[in-house]
């Protein structure tokens, strides 16, 4: 069985940052893709990084510059650092992970953290 099991959410001011992890059990994480995403209240979910099977990252606009994803193969787990948080990046935040390199869709899915930036 595979779990995500995220932390690391919080209240924090703007300016601030936060490290949101997310531990993996039933499969290694090495080379599969996996990403954060986020839902605001009223809006919809969005992919805010991806970190692919050959370590090449991508993210949304708003973030770029701002936000870091990366794992660490030797303890199973993905991370994603917010610096410069803003009041724009309150939303619940989600890691996910697809089962195969060539996926199209992520399988699995943390629980969930909430990520309040207060002004």
């Known amino acids: 069985q595979v779990q995500l099991v995220e932390s690391g959410g919080g209240l924090v001011q703007v300016g601030g940052s936060l490290r949101l992890s997310c531990a993996v059990s039933?499969?290694?994480?090495?080379?599969?893709?996996m990403g954060w995403f986020r839902q605001a209240p009223g809006k919809e979910r969005e992919l805010v990084a991806a970190l692919g099977s050959r370590g090449d990252t991508t993210y949304t606009d708003s973030v770029k510059g701002r936000f870091t994803i990366y794992r660490d193969n030797a303890k199973n787990t993905m991370y994603l650092q917010m610096n410069s948080l803003k009041p724009e990046d309150t939303a619940v935040y989600y890691c996910?992970?697809?089962?195969?390199?060539?996926?199209?869709?992520?399988?699995?899915w943390g629980q969930g953290t909430q990520v309040t930036v207060s002004s």
């Open positions: 039933g499969r290694t994480l090495s080379i599969l893709p």
């Open positions: 996910a992970l697809k089962d195969m390199v060539y996926a199209r869709e992520y399988s699995y």
